[in-house]
């Protein structure tokens, strides 16, 4: 449905009809219930603080039956400069499927663009959070 793509980076990547077969979805999940069909592990980078929206990436996740991982930035490498790229790789390397990033920094993505691993913008900085566009 979402022609191959891996990443949700702005709304304005999303079809009409791709918008409306998450809605659809959604109208499905409320009346009928989750299916925890998915497996796999994803790890939420919130590179700046945030309640609403990681705890509500981190329920849709586990709800759906993926495992998730929270990166605290203060006490990891990028504290000794490892930059968001070089992260992201070891994530990828160790075997996570997915990461939602959170960043006070506009189009901060634009680091990861070129690595396989799915990926979702929660917020970048003034820029765009597209799954509170679809809200």
């Known amino acids: 449905m979402f022609s191959g793509k891996k990443s949700l980076k702005s709304i304005t990547q999303l079809s ?22 998915y497996k796999g592990d994803w790890v939420l980078i919130f590179l700046e603080p ?12 586990r709800l759906l039956g993926f495992e998730t991982y929270l990166f605290n930035w203060d006490s990891s490498s990028m504290v000794k ?13 160790q075997g996570f499927e997915g990461i939602i990033l959170r960043t006070p920094i ?9 690595i396989d691993i799915k990926f979702i ?3 970048d900085g003034t820029n765009e959070h597209p799954s509170q566009a679809l809200i």
């Open 121 to 123: 913008n929660a917020g």
């Open 16 to 37: 009409y009809e791709e918008i409306e077969y998450i809605f659809e979805n959604a109208k499905l999940f409320k009346n009928f219930g989750i299916p925890k069909k």
């Open 81 to 93: 400069g490892e930059n968001l790229k070089d992260t992201v790789l070891t994530l990828k390397a």
């Open 50 to 61: 945030s309640t609403r929206t990681r705890l509500s990436f981190e329920r849709a996740l």
């Open 106 to 114: 506009n189009k901060h993505y634009v680091e990861i663009e070129d």
